[in-house]
Each structure stands twice: as structure tokens, then as C-alpha cells.
């Protein structure tokens, strides 16, 4: 289990190596200043387990519970980006994991709701955002099908390698709504994103080579 907050403290170590990190990913092509803002906001660390604060602000995924990983935060910043999102945006993530990425959407002040599928992750994560003070609505369950009581979606983004969920996906988008997915096999994937433009209507474009952990689920890689 993760620690408690009254453990957690973001101490001005961590706000420098904070700092650093998103000095870094500006140099990697981050620009969105609202991204940019809430990368510098939130603590990573708080989402690690306390032992392995230390490798909270690398430019690194971390493996975490159930098989799972925290993103790199390059990857969190890039999809994030590409989301393009304004405030108030109702955004879907398919795949809460420690929390993290779901923390950076709601402080960038989106209304967030997550789906997991790995209990003991979505216990852990839904417990950390609500200690940490991030207001998002977490979900048990499989993301693969999406949430579509709760859209349409201004924005919906996949956090693991998934066959392409885009066409199950897409039609719980508003128009000028964007989903981001890696798309690809279990070992090399493509960031797609999907645009809804009017109607029934989409643009797909392709941003670059990422590696995830597969996707789970009724239209993953597996059950």
C-alpha cells in the first residue's frame, strides 16, 4: 500500500527536482503552458511508494502494483498536450494506475473520471487523489468499453497499448472532442489521435513511437 499523506511532504527538494523535470520535457517539445502548470504542481512523488521518492522526478516509468507502471512523465505531458484541453473539459481515462495522470487532468482543472480495472490499484489511487485533494471520479471496472453513462467527453485518453478502441471509443466524444491512444502490438505502438469534427466525422493523425504495458480487457489484448 502507499503511505498516508501525513507521511507525504512537498518540500522544496521536491519542488526543485520538479522544476528540473519540466525544464526538461520544454526542451523535449512540451509547450501547453496549462500542461507545463500543472506538471509543476503536482507531486509525483505523493504517488510513489515512499522508499522510491528518490526516483519520482526521472524522466522515467516506474513499475507500481498489479503489473502496472506509472508513465514517464514525458509520455504524461505528450498525451496530455495532445488532448488540447480548456478548463471545465469532461475528460475519460481509461486506466487510473497510481493516479498521477489523473491528478495532472484535474489540476489543470478538468472534470475527470477514470476507470480501473486492478482493484488493488483502483482502492490505491482512488484513496491518494481524494487525500491528495484532486476531485476525480474513479471507476472499478473495464475501460476498454469506455464510459458512456457519464459522456460525451471533451477528451478521452488511454493509458496502456491497445488494439484500436477507436471505433468503439470515438462515439462517446462531443464534437471537437479528442481521443489519444497508443495503438500498436504488446511490444511497439503508435500515439493516435482522433478528432471528432462534425457529426460522424473524424480526423486521425499519428504522434510518434511509444512502449506501454497492454491494455485489458473485452477489447484488449486480453481478458
Known amino acids: 500500500m502507499y503511505a498516508k499523506i501525513y507521511t507525504l511532504e512537498d518540500s522544496y527538494k521536491y519542488k526543485g527536482q520538479r522544476k528540473r ?21 503536482v507531486p509525483r512523488h505523493f504517488f510513489f511508494p ?31 498536450q495532445l488532448l488540447a484541453l480548456k478548463p471545465g473539459a469532461r475528460v475519460l481515462e481509461i486506466g487510473t494506475g497510481s493516479g498521477y495522470q489523473a491528478a495532472v487532468l484535474s489540476a489543470m482543472g478538468a472534470e475527470v473520471y477514470s476507470i480501473e480495472r486492478v482493484e488493488e490499484l483502483f482502492r490505491s489511487a482512488a484513496e491518494k487523489l481524494k487525500e491528495c485533494g484532486y476531485p476525480v471520479n474513479v471507476f472499478l471496472g473495464d475501460g476498454t468499453v469506455g464510459l458512456p453513462s457519464k459522456g460525451p467527453f471533451d477528451g478521452i485518453i488511454v493509458t496502456a ?4 478502441l477507436a471505433e468503439h471509443l470515438k462515439v462517446q466524444l462531443k464534437t471537437g472532442g479528442r481521443l489519444v491512444l497508443p ?11 482522433i478528432e471528432r469534427l462534425v457529426d460522424n466525422k473524424y480526423r486521425r493523425t499519428e504522434h510518434g513511437d511509444f512502449k506501454f504495458v497492454p491494455l485489458i480487457g473485452k477489447y484488449g489484448w486480453t481478458n
Not at 21 to 41: F, H, N, P, W, Y
Not at 53 to 76: H, L, R
Open 183 to 193: 495503438v500498436g502490438d504488446q511490444s511497439f505502438q503508435k500515439m493516435v489521435l
Open 21 to 41: 523535470l519540466v525544464e526538461s520535457l520544454q526542451s523535449k517539445g512540451i509547450t501547453d503552458e496549462r500542461v507545463i502548470q500543472a506538471m509543476l504542481s
Open 161 to 164: 497499448a491497445a488494439p484500436d
Open 50 to 80: 515512499e522508499a522510491f521518492w528518490s526516483k519520482a522526478y526521472d524522466d522515467a516509468a516506474f513499475p507500481i502494483e498489479g503489473g502496472q507502471t506509472i508513465s514517464q512523465p514525458f509520455t504524461v505531458a505528450f498525451q496530455t
